[in-house]
């Protein structure tokens, strides 16, 4: 369903010139009189959907609402500024609700404050429903200006932090937003593109490419799997656990790394440099030709289906 809005979205929204990235990417770009752009994202997130009350704890939602928003800042390489918090509240009488409130903010406040972040306002409101927490924040472009989707080039090699797969067993919700690792990466390196990999990584590198006009690759062997991948292998007794941890790798949503293009002679000398703490690992390629596809070894190349979370 995401997908087909986001495409009637694109075909009805009128092109502003305040907005001149329009709705192609992880935020937006708003042009302010005399003023110099802001980056502007939002995330809304909804109880049996994103996370379980009364299973997880409320401080890890409310950390997870702010985070989910500076990684979309981070794919852009943007600094954060500035945050509102809106809740809808489940209806009570019994001072249940208000305990919640608190509760989310306890667990975004610590995080805001990490990436001095101001908490510069937002709304609350209760209905006959599930919790239902939006956060929107915003970010200041750095040196280079935004990174996007749509600057990669056949050729480039796709690059990612991290490890993937399994975030559902709680790096949902602890991950680290990697807004000074983009940050590094793009005052150090000319990147082509970049996305934050929230719905997976093969959607995610499928949704890359298509910005940039291109294909990609994914080389199976290379993609760097979690610990939590292969546990989550273990737990569904797979017949094939290198297999079922990779399928989680190349599916799972919320893992919130970041996936950047750059021509090989930059990624080689990412690589040899290591600039920053996490891991950075070398996943595949963009394409001439338009499409997913996946390359296990050395042998051919297969199609890939663009594989992940759809909202």
């Not at 087909?4 to 329009?22: K, M, Q, T, Y």
């Not at 990412?270 to 996490?278: A, H, N, T």
């Not at 338009?290 to 296990?296: D, I, K, N, S």
């Amino acid at each position: 369903m995401e997908l087909d809005f986001i495409r009637w979205l694109r075909e009805h929204v009128p092109s502003h010139p305040r907005a001149p990235l329009g709705l192609s990417d992880d935020a937006a770009i708003v042009s302010l009189a005399g003023q110099s752009n802001v980056i502007l994202t939002i995330d809304t997130l909804t109880d049996g959907v994103d996370f379980r009350v009364g299973v997880d704890d409320p401080r890890r939602i409310g950390r997870q609402a702010l985070a989910a928003n500076l990684s979309d800042l981070a794919a852009m390489a943007a600094r954060p500024l500035a945050a509102v918090i809106s809740l809808v509240l489940p209806r009570d009488d019994t001072g249940a609700s208000l305990k919640l409130a608190k509760e989310l903010y306890e667990g975004l406040l610590p995080l805001a404050q990490e990436y001095d972040v101001a908490i510069a306002g937002g709304d609350t409101n209760t209905f006959d429903g599930p919790l239902v927490i939006s956060v929107a924040a915003l970010g200041q472009p750095t040196g280079r200006g935004p990174l996007t989707r749509s600057g990669g080039k056949p050729g480039d090699w796709l690059l990612v932090t991290g490890s993937l797969g399994g975030s559902i067993l709680g790096h949902m919700f602890d991950f680290t937003p990697r807004v000074l690792e983009a940050i590094v990466l793009h005052e150090r390196y000319e990147l082509h593109a970049a996305i934050d990999i929230s719905d997976g990584l093969a959607l995610d590198a499928s949704r890359l490419a298509a910005e940039s006009g291109c294909g990609a690759m994914i080389f199976t062997n290379d993609v760097p799997i979690a610990a939590a991948a292969y546990q989550l292998a273990d737990q569904e007794a797979a017949a094939n656990r290198e297999a079922a941890a990779l399928m989680h790798a190349l599916s799972d949503g919320q893992d919130f790394e970041l996936l950047f293009a750059a021509t090989p002679e930059t990624a080689q000398t990412i690589l040899r440099d290591s600039p920053l703490e996490c891991a950075i690992t070398h996943v595949g390629e963009l394409a001439t030709e338009p499409g997913l596809w996946q390359q296990h070894g050395a042998g051919q190349r297969q199609p890939l289906a663009p594989i992940g979370w759809r909202h």
